[in-house]
């Protein structure tokens, strides 16, 4: 059985109805390019990876899925982060998961 408490149940389903609480995600292409990005739902996700792998000759794969409450500001703030390594739109080359979780860790202690 889970417990959940109801209070902070209504803030979170308030967040997800603003839109504040989304999933952050890293897609990667042959260990070389990774892209940073968000969306809704997991659903969503999937939907994006079959339409960036049409045309695609390369595997893309999710290396990294996670729901935050403020997604949308560690992306953003990973954007900036890396804005050197950046490729082409949200895509970047040359960035490990590890890179990417450090930067996490220290986002998230800024929050």
Request: net charge neutral.
């Amino acid at each position: 059985m889970c417990y959940r408490n109801n209070n902070v149940w209504n803030v979170i389903m308030e967040n997800f109805k603003r839109g504040m609480h989304n999933f952050l995600y890293v897609l990667s292409v042959q260990d070389r390019y990774v892209k940073i990005g968000i969306c809704k739902e997991e659903e969503h996700l999937y939907k994006r990876l079959k339409t960036l792998q049409t045309g695609n000759p390369h595997k893309i794969s999710i290396i990294f899925f996670e729901e935050r409450e403020s997604a949308k500001d560690a992306e953003k703030y990973l954007h900036n982060c890396f804005s050197d390594k950046r490729k082409e739109g949200e895509w970047f080359e040359d960035l490990t998961l590890h890179d990417i979780r450090v930067k996490l860790m220290l986002f998230h202690e800024q929050v």
